[in-house]
Every structure is written in structure tokens, then in C-alpha cells.
């Protein structure tokens, strides 16, 4: 999802994946601005492909539109995302863009309060500008709802947007077991990607969750494979 590039000779032209330029090679607007740009379109798209309801018009918003609405330093809590599942409306995940103080267990704390009062809510994301203690990722794994942490880093650019990456596709309940029946096997003798792994954490997936990935290579072709999350 990174920053369209203009053309060389500067002129706001169509890019490969057919989106215009954002903005010139020179930006004249602000650092911070940018980053929760870049940082909250990643996780509108990530949201996206993980079946969540997010509109064209977040999608496509631009830079300049962006600090339009927000400003140059944006308030953090006007920058939350709370959404609902496509198959299940009344599952939502809340995002919060976390500040760049230590977080510590009192602020997860006070997360939590603040939650507790969210009907549906299934999913909570932090985006974290800061480090978290280890006591705070203890508390946080206290939480009665799929809890994550993503560095705001790590969401300037959409890494399934990467020409070389391949397609990832989330196996259902069913479409694995009809996979396993098929080759004769058990979850545990597929190929395995861990819960660490860029892909796993972006789509968000559980253990014993199968994807279906295909490779694209050229002129050569492409190829499929399947693995497990451990």
C-alpha cells in the first residue's frame, strides 16, 4: 500500500495498479500525517481481506483528502476504526491508534474498561507507536476478545501489495477437510507457516487454519501449495 511513485518526468499519470499518484515526489505536507495515512489504509485493506465490511470510499481516500478531514497531526482518537464482518454483521473489531508514550498495564487497563461497553465486539487491534512492557502484553492476553499489536512500522506499506508475493487464500472448515480427505493426510503433515509470520499476522489467522498459496513465476508458470499455521 505504500505511496504511489509518479512518473519520472513528475506528471500525476496512471501507476501499474491503476491508482493515480498521491502526491509528488517532493511531499510539502507533514511527516506525522503521512504515517497514519500509509498506517490506517493498510489496516482498512487489511480489515478488507480479512472479510470485514470497509467501504470503497475509506479505501480510496487520498493523502491530501486524508489531512483535509484529519489535519496534520491527527487525533488519535478520531483516527479509530470499528467495523463489522461481511458473514457476521454483528462481529466488529475495533482499532485504536495507540500514542507514543510507554505503554504500560494501567493504559490496558483502561483500554478494557473502555471496551467492555462494546456490544459485539470480537476483535480489538492496537496500532502501537511505542514499546509495550511485558506485564502490558501480559494484561492484554487477559482480554475476553482476539487482541492484537501491530507497530505502526510495520503498516506503512500493505505487503500483499509486493509484485514478487504470492496469493494467499484462507481455507474454510470445510474446504480443508474436503483437502485432507482427499491426499489422506492430517493437518500436522501439511507444510506449516508459524504465528509470526508476516502473512499469518496479517490476515489474521489461528492455529490449525490452512491457506492455499499460489506462486506465480514466470515465464516457468505458477504453482499451488498448502500449509498449516502452528
Not at 52 to 78: I, N
Not at 147 to 167: C, R, W
Given at each position: 500500500?505504500?505511496?504511489?511513485?509518479?512518473?519520472e518526468n513528475g506528471d500525476a499519470s496512471m501507476v501499474n495498479d491503476g491508482s493515480h499518484c498521491i502526491?509528488?515526489?517532493?511531499?510539502?505536507?507533514?511527516?506525522?500525517?503521512?504515517?497514519?495515512?500509509?498506517?490506517?489504509?493498510?489496516?482498512?485493506?487489511?480489515?478488507?481481506?480479512?472479510?470485514?465490511?470497509?467501504?470503497?470510499?475509506?479505501?480510496?481516500?487520498?493523502?491530501?483528502?486524508?489531512?483535509?478531514?484529519?489535519?496534520?497531526?491527527?487525533?488519535?482518537?478520531?483516527?479509530?476504526?470499528?467495523?463489522?464482518?461481511?458473514?457476521?454483521?454483528?462481529?466488529?473489531?475495533?482499532?485504536?491508534?495507540?500514542?507514543?508514550?510507554p505503554i504500560t498495564v494501567k493504559t490496558i487497563r483502561e483500554i478494557h474498561c473502555q471496551i467492555l461497553?462494546?456490544?459485539?465486539?470480537?476483535?480489538?487491534?492496537?496500532?502501537?507507536?511505542?514499546?509495550?512492557?511485558?506485564?502490558?502484553?501480559?494484561?492484554?492476553?487477559?482480554?475476553?476478545?482476539?487482541?492484537?499489536?501491530?507497530?505502526?512500522?510495520?503498516?506503512?506499506?500493505?505487503?500483499?501489495?509486493?509484485?514478487?508475493?504470492?496469493?494467499?487464500?484462507?481455507?474454510?472448515t470445510e474446504e480443508k477437510e474436503k483437502l485432507l480427505s482427499e491426499y489422506a493426510l492430517e493437518d500436522?503433515?501439511?507444510?506449516?507457516?508459524?504465528?509470526?509470520?508476516?502473512?499469518?499476522?496479517?490476515?489474521?489467522?489461528?492455529?490449525?487454519?490452512?491457506?492455499?498459496?499460489?506462486?506465480?513465476?514466470?515465464?516457468?508458470?505458477?504453482?499451488?501449495?498448502?500449509?498449516?499455521?502452528?
Amino acid at each position: 500500500m505504500a505511496e504511489a511513485m509518479c512518473c519520472e518526468n513528475g506528471d500525476a499519470s496512471m501507476v501499474n495498479d491503476g491508482s493515480h499518484c498521491i502526491s509528488k515526489i517532493v511531499d510539502s505536507g507533514g511527516v506525522e500525517s503521512k504515517k497514519f495515512y500509509l498506517a490506517r489504509t493498510t489496516v482498512f485493506e487489511m480489515l478488507r481481506d480479512r472479510g470485514y465490511q470497509v467501504s470503497d470510499a475509506e479505501l480510496s481516500l487520498s493523502l491530501s483528502e486524508f489531512r483535509s478531514v484529519f489535519g496534520e497531526k491527527p487525533e488519535l482518537e478520531r483516527l479509530r476504526i470499528c467495523v463489522s464482518l461481511h458473514s457476521d454483521p454483528n462481529k466488529k473489531v475495533l482499532v485504536i491508534f495507540m500514542g507514543s508514550e510507554p505503554i504500560t498495564v494501567k493504559t490496558i487497563r483502561e483500554i478494557h474498561c473502555q471496551i467492555l461497553t462494546r456490544e459485539g465486539l470480537h476483535g480489538l487491534i492496537l496500532v502501537l507507536q511505542s514499546k509495550m512492557n511485558h506485564f502490558a502484553q501480559k494484561e492484554l492476553t487477559t482480554f475476553p476478545l482476539t487482541a492484537e499489536t501491530f507497530p505502526i512500522g510495520d503498516l506503512l506499506v500493505n505487503i500483499t501489495k509486493h509484485s514478487g508475493q504470492p496469493k494467499i487464500e484462507v481455507l474454510t472448515t470445510e474446504e480443508k477437510e474436503k483437502l485432507l480427505s482427499e491426499y489422506a493426510l492430517e493437518d500436522k503433515q501439511l507444510p506449516y507457516l508459524q504465528e509470526k509470520d508476516s502473512f499469518v499476522r496479517y490476515y489474521g489467522l489461528k492455529k490449525k487454519q490452512v491457506v492455499k498459496i499460489t506462486y506465480s513465476r514466470q515465464p516457468v508458470g505458477s504453482f499451488v501449495t498448502y500449509r498449516c499455521i502452528i
